[in-house]
């Protein structure tokens, strides 16, 4: 799915939505940003290492919380991996 779509889809879901905060929405973009570094993979892989400078987060444990709201949602799917050696995966497209 093109990226503007994304966005576009998530805002407008996001506005209606009380859960979602700054951190989040911070969270979101950051994924679509790592996205589009690594070729507009769905689903993509990353570390924590790498996110956290993107959505401008000092603490990982945000992160992994941030990112379980947005999966528990429904605006992305969230496969966790417990490897250290392995990313974990995003699925954008898959949401809502």
Same mark, same amino acid.
């Given at each position: 799915?093109?990226?503007?779509?994304?966005?576009?889809?998530?805002?407008?879901?996001?506005?209606?939505?009380?859960?979602?905060a700054?951190?989040?929405?911070s969270?979101?973009?950051?994924?679509?940003?790592?996205?589009? *570094?690594? +070729?507009?993979?769905?689903? !993509?892989?990353? &570390?924590?290492?790498?996110?956290?400078? /993107?959505?401008k987060? @000092?603490?990982s444990?945000?992160?992994?919380?941030?990112?379980?709201?947005?999966? *528990?949602? +429904?605006?992305?799917?969230? !496969?966790?991996? &417990?490897?250290?050696?392995?990313?974990? /995966?995003?699925?954008? @497209?898959?949401?809502?």
């Open positions: 799915m093109e990226k503007e779509k994304l966005i576009n889809n998530f805002f407008a879901a996001a506005e209606q939505d009380c859960r979602i700054p951190v989040h929405i969270l979101y973009v950051a994924l679509l940003q790592w996205c589009a *570094k690594n +070729g507009n993979a769905d689903p !993509v892989s990353f &570390y924590a290492r790498d996110i956290m400078p /993107l959505a987060f @000092s603490s444990t945000t992160l992994h919380k941030c990112i379980r709201d947005l999966d *528990k949602f +429904g605006y992305i799917k969230y !496969v966790p991996s &417990y490897n250290p050696f392995l990313g974990s /995966l995003v699925y954008l @497209s898959e949401a809502k």
